[in-house]
């Protein structure tokens, strides 16, 4: 597969990491006002100094050229009061330009939701002008262009998932009952029951696989864990990464996409979609519960070492939403990588590295109807590779992982502050270096013997 036009946003050399170098520029500038006007009120009283007035009496020319000159350099036009002034002045400036950036950016964000939640209104008015209009421009292109195959079609238009996931909205509320997205999400999740985790350790601890050396290693060892084999009952592992002298630097915990698609009101298991759902909408899960009791148990929250969690689809979900509990429930969470993840409107603690990586031509990205954060801590990578099929798009190996090898190469500096970020989890000692298995489930449903 051919990996092509990386694009990457967010993150250290993001757009709003310049609004907070704006934002530290206007302080720093701030305090220089300050300082530039003390030390013109200090400079103040030489105009009233004993020893100057009394040289008067010997020199009173002199005098008043020297009392003219501070003056002129205190309080003149050029003087530092009037500079100090001006420097304050531009300190505000720079802090008036952050928020005003900030806000554009946010109501842009806002409008794109209202404009799409309207369209969804417009539609529930006139579903037959809809389907006749553009449903039937859709179906004409599929046939035409595509030779009615619309699962390409789709593949080839995947910004089409946002705007009707952006419509149902406004779709609903013309039924009665006013919603956003996100009480949406709620109303879905609500039909999804959850329930209790149980885990179980799947045998004991043991050298798996070398411990990572970058990021297509992480998605390498994700690969693995997304597709274990008939043999191998665990649907989450922890790679506990150790340096040559057997001490524990960081925990991997690998937690792969979603295997069952039950329908509302039904479970299948600890990745089914109703655990999609729910940590979409901002709950807890039976996966996320999973997550920290494995952590537990391979002693993450006893030595207080980094945690990164890696997901694909489902998993890059529920690992950015866990990462707030795990850290309020004493576990160092300090970086993230998801990929093929909607986690766009999922909010992580600033302290909290984030990489996003995602195919362009990926359906599931789109699922949140958002783009992601552009903060200093949240960085997307974006690729393309178009196999013209929706699982090709969103597998792991020969997509996910090339774009993550291409990454590993990457001179952008967002991604490279990442990278030189993660050492923790990237410098162990294969010797030294181990992986535990564990198996999630629903209590009283898939539990293992």
């Known amino acids: 597969m051919t990996i092509s036009n990386v694009r990457v946003e967010g993150g250290a050399g993001g757009i709003e990491a310049h609004y907070e170098d704006l934002a530290a520029m206007g302080d720093l500038t701030g ?14 009283r030489f105009l009233a100094e004993p020893d100057v007035l009394a040289s008067s009496l010997l020199n009173p020319g002199g005098v008043v050229r020297f009392e003219a000159a ?113 009480t949406t999400l709620d109303l879905l999740a609500a039909t999804y029951p959850d329930g209790e ?41 922890v790679r506990i990464v150790k340096d040559a002298d057997g001490n524990v630097t960081g925990y991997v915990v690998d937690v792969p996409g979603t295997k069952d698609w039950p329908l509302p009101g039904q479970v299948a298991s600890a990745n089914d979609l109703g655990v999609n759902v729910d940590a979409m909408a901002g709950n807890n899960t039976v996966l996320q519960e999973g997550i920290q009791e494995a952590l537990r148990r391979a002693g993450a929250h006893d030595t207080g ?84 099929t929706s699982s090709g798009n969103h597998a792991i190996g020969g997509n996910y992982t090339d774009a993550a090898g291409a990454l590993d190469k990457s001179t952008d500096p967002s991604v490279r502050r990442y990278r030189e970020s993660m050492s923790a989890f990237t410098g162990g000692d294969p010797e030294q270096s181990r992986m535990q298995k564990y198996h999630v489930a629903r209590k009283g449903v898939n539990e293992l013997p």
Do not use: C
Not at 31 to 44: I, N, Q
Not at 219 to 237: M, Y
């Open 70 to 182: 501070m003056v002129a350099a205190l309080d003149g036009p050029n003087g530092l009061t009037a500079t100090s002034a001006g420097i304050g002045l531009r300190g505000e400036a720079l802090k008036a330009t952050r928020i005003a950036y900030e806000m554009a950016d946010e109501l842009a964000a806002k409008g794109l939701d209202a404009g799409r939640w309207f369209a969804g209104l417009a539609v529930a008015a006139n579903p037959v002008g809809a389907v006749v209009g553009g449903g039937g421009a859709i179906a004409t292109d599929v046939y035409l262009n595509y030779d009615g195959d619309w699962e390409k079609w789709l593949v080839d238009h995947p910004g089409m998932v946002d705007t009707l996931i952006g419509m149902s909205p406004g779709t609903i509320s013309a039924l009665g009952i006013p919603v956003d997205l996100a």
């Open 305 to 388: 070492a980094p945690v990164m969690l890696v997901g694909h689809s489902q998993g890059g979900i529920v690992a950015a939403q866990s990462t707030t509990d795990l850290k309020a429930n004493g576990y160092n969470v300090t970086h993230v990588v998801t990929a093929g993840s909607p986690v766009g409107r999922i909010e992580v603690p600033a302290d909290v590295q984030v990489l996003s990586i995602e195919n362009r031509n990926d359906v599931v990205p789109h699922l949140d109807a958002s783009d992601n954060p552009d903060g200093p801590n949240r960085t997307t990578a974006t690729f393309d590779n178009n196999t013209g």
């Open 197 to 237: 985790a149980v885990v179980t350790d799947i045998g004991p601890l043991s050298r798996d696989s070398d411990p990572p050396r970058g990021l297509e290693d992480l998605l390498d060892g994700l690969n693995t864990r997304n597709d274990p084999g008939e043999d191998d009952p665990s649907n989450i592992d």
């Open 31 to 44: 305090d220089v006002a300050g300082d530039t006007l003390k030390t013109a009120v200090a400079g103040h």
